[in-house]
């Protein structure tokens, strides 16, 4: 993995591989273009060449300042690095050049560049981290934050299965070098250690995403989560298909029938002393989903070994806790299934006895996530939490609703606000949505409690469909939140930012943020 040095040595003098720089974006017509603060000794040492200044260089390159934006120029000898890389960073904040940008800007910006450089030993990051007349230890924070956050995620490639070297194909640059103020500030350090934790844990939430689903089947991913779990010694236990049985969780042995690879439910617990409140986190599971009976369109069909993006949140938010040690109790239950057709498959029209009791009637086999998550709230809720977060790619109608890139958030209004904040600080959005008491009364069944879906809206709300069946489970007196991540969970399209194609690891650093949140309240 890429690590992370803390730099304070004038830009022009660091000997790395290649220097970064930021750059804002201009009205239309501007034909200069602003230099970010920080670079003040690189942009002076450009100064005397022929041909104009480093602005004037860049702009004839092409460069234009958009966020994200990378152009490369030969140094010459003009600074210690061979190569300056000049990376956009939008439209500067209030019109004004002189002020850091906001902390998603630097973020992708970092991500960007060191993506960009890609096979480099070394790459000095140069980017304004907080404004110089409020340079406060929570504006540098943030900043060294988000610099080190997107450059580690930036880098991030899944090393998959090719068996042949391809010239297109470089490693992740080895060492990024953040250039700070005082590289011996506290702030600075416990920032940079921070989200090395977090870069670490996101990278970890990716692999399992992208994996094979012929290699990561339940069993298999109970397995490397638990000894994810030890080696960061943290309490964990494991149900296999008989003890669900023998403990009544029926939801997940329904889904899981279907499966010649038998169903798993993953607890881990962090429990230090002294905690006064308690957070759960459920995550979902389901290592590929067919469908089952009720059976999926082919096309993309191979992108729902995603539908674990859940699961491995929650286990890596758990490696970050015990890295981190915050003061909360913090559980995680990971229900594991692989949906599947088959002659024992569970079929529509059949009602499953839940692990709290409830009788569910089945109309539809793809809905599947809200059987296990169901089962696994429940006995969530049994360890009496403060605080419930649970996070799944459960519906397409989030996709509908909110497009790719915004998870949507129900629950207990008050805490979808925390999770919308948090969200918002992490550069993993949400947006609250509301549980409207007309689907809930659409999903009365004539021959069980409830309805797996309301059938009179078919597809209409589907989203809403999943978060007040869940609700379902949830004991009164907690607080809880639903985060439905179906779209930022798994990026098709092509890089951007510090988005690589794949797994993304939303929202392992929105829950990492409540957590810290709530612990030090």
Request: overall charge negative; proline content about 6%; glycine content about 12%.
């Amino acid at each position: 993995m890429t690590s992370l040095t803390l730099v304070d040595t004038d830009p022009a003098e660091l000997a790395a591989d290649a220097v970064v720089i930021g750059v804002y974006a201009t009205e239309s017509g501007d034909t200069k273009l602003p230099i970010a603060p920080g670079a003040e000794s690189i942009a002076a040492a450009f100064s005397d060449r022929p041909g104009g200044g480093l602005a004037e260089t860049l702009r004839v390159l092409g460069a234009t300042g958009a966020l994200g934006e990378v152009t490369k120029l030969a140094a010459f000898g003009a600074v210690a690095a061979p190569l300056v890389v000049a990376v956009g960073l939008g439209a500067p904040v209030g019109g004004d050049a002189g002020r850091a940008p906001a902390t998603e800007s630097l973020r992708r910006a970092a991500g960007a560049a060191a993506r960009a450089l890609a096979g480099s030993a070394s790459v000095a990051i140069v980017l304004p981290l907080s404004d110089p007349d409020k340079p406060g230890d929570d504006a540098l924070s943030a900043g060294v934050r988000a610099v080190a956050e997107g450059a580690l995620l930036g880098s991030y490639r899944f090393l998959g299965y090719k068996t042949k070297p391809s010239a297109t194909r470089r490693d992740p640059v080895r060492k990024v070098l953040v250039h700070v103020p005082d590289a011996g500030a506290k702030v600075a350090k416990v920032a940079l250690k921070r989200s090395g934790v977090l870069g670490g844990v996101v990278a970890r939430t990716r692999d399992w995403i992208n994996a094979a689903p012929n290699e990561l089947r339940p069993p298999q991913f109970a397995e490397q989560a638990a000894a994810a779990a030890a080696e960061a010694s943290l309490e964990v236990s494991v149900l296999d298909e008989k003890a669900l049985a023998k403990q009544g969780f029926g939801g997940i042995l329904a889904v899981g029938l279907g499966s010649a690879a038998a169903p798993r439910l993953v607890r881990i617990a962090y429990e230090p002393a002294g905690a006064t409140r308690r957070i759960a986190l459920v995550g979902k599971g389901i290592t590929f989903d067919t469908g089952g009976v009720s059976i999926k369109p082919s096309a993309g069909m191979w992108e729902m070994k995603s539908d674990m993006s859940g699961a491995a949140a929650v286990v890596a938010t758990m490696l970050a806790v015990a890295q981190l040690k915050p003061k909360v109790a913090v559980v995680a239950y990971a229900p594991m299934a692989e949906n599947m057709v088959s002659g024992s498959a569970y079929r529509p029209g059949d009602v499953v006895r839940m692990y709290n009791g409830a009788q569910v009637e089945v109309l539809n086999t793809d809905a599947e996530g809200r059987m296990i998550l169901g089962d696994a709230i429940a006995r969530a809720c049994e360890d009496e939490p403060d605080y419930l977060f649970e996070v799944s790619t459960l519906t397409g109608g989030q996709v509908i609703a909110l497009g790719k890139r915004i998870a949507g958030v129900m629950g207990t209004p008050e805490l979808c606000e925390r999770v919308r904040d948090a969200g918002e600080r992490s550069g993993e959005p949400a947006w609250p949505m509301p549980l409207p008491e007309d689907v809930r009364k659409g999903m009365d069944s004539e021959v069980a409690d409830i309805s797996q879906v309301n059938a009179g809206m078919d597809r209409a709300g589907h989203m809403l469909q999943g978060g007040v069946f869940l609700s379902e489970f949830v004991t009164e007196g907690v607080q809880w939140a639903h985060i439905d991540i179906a779209g930022p969970s798994y990026h098709s399209g092509e890089p951007f930012g510090y988005w690589s194609k794949g797994g993304t690891g939303v929202p392992v650093r929105t829950l990492v943020e409540l957590i810290e949140e709530i612990a030090a309240e």
